[in-house]
């Protein structure tokens, strides 16, 4: 049995929507997922088919950086866009003007803004106001990346300490 070619996705922040052409307008062949709601014909003879993401990870609120990131890591991989969380900005160069470069840099700016707001629509409010102003969804993973990894770090040192401290004494912790 044949399947469909995926034609275009499109990605909305509870879902991603996947259109596959159909026969004709009246005809609805597409194989929809089990975990589908529903499944629309657009005029244009496509059959509109929303694709499941999973649930969304809970609110960042400062703990436990490490774990919420790679959920956030994964989550954007299964919407293609973890990689704007490492590549610089598309720029045009000096004079260039073709409209495929245009396009491609529009494009780029587009996917970089879905993934910055993933990102911050899942941070708790008080994160939310401090990290708004980032521009890129680089520069906001860094940013979060170098204050939480480093705070980690130093209480797993601490934790350790104690730790250790407790382990040479043999008296508990002090």
Same mark, same amino acid.
Request: charged share 20%; hydrophobic share 40%.
């Given at each position: ?24 307008? #009246? ?9 589908? &709601? ?29 774990? $919420? ?38 494009? $780029? ?7 910055? #707001? ?22 906001? $993973? ?10 980690? &770090? ?21």
């Amino acid at each position: 049995m044949a399947t469909d070619p995926i034609t275009e996705v499109v990605a909305t922040q509870n879902q991603t929507v996947a259109t596959v052409p159909s026969p004709s307008v #009246n005809q609805t062949v597409a194989q929809v997922p089990s975990f589908a &709601a529903t499944q629309t014909v657009a005029p244009t003879g496509h059959v509109t088919v929303p694709i499941n993401h999973g649930e969304k990870s809970e609110k960042f609120n400062g703990l436990n950086f490490k774990r $919420w990131q790679q959920k956030i890591l994964f989550y954007l991989t299964t919407l293609n866009l973890a990689r704007f969380l490492t590549e610089d900005a598309l720029k045009l160069k000096q004079g260039e003007g073709d409209i495929q470069a245009v396009n491609a840099v529009e494009a $780029w700016k587009h996917s970089d803004f879905l993934c910055r #707001n993933y990102v911050m629509n899942i941070l708790a409010d008080s994160l939310y106001n401090v990290y708004s102003t980032m521009k890129t969804a680089k520069e906001l $993973w860094e940013s979060l990346d170098r204050k939480y990894k480093t705070e980690d &770090a130093g209480a797993k040192k601490f934790i350790v300490g104690r730790f250790l401290d407790y382990s040479c004494r043999g008296d508990g912790f002090k």
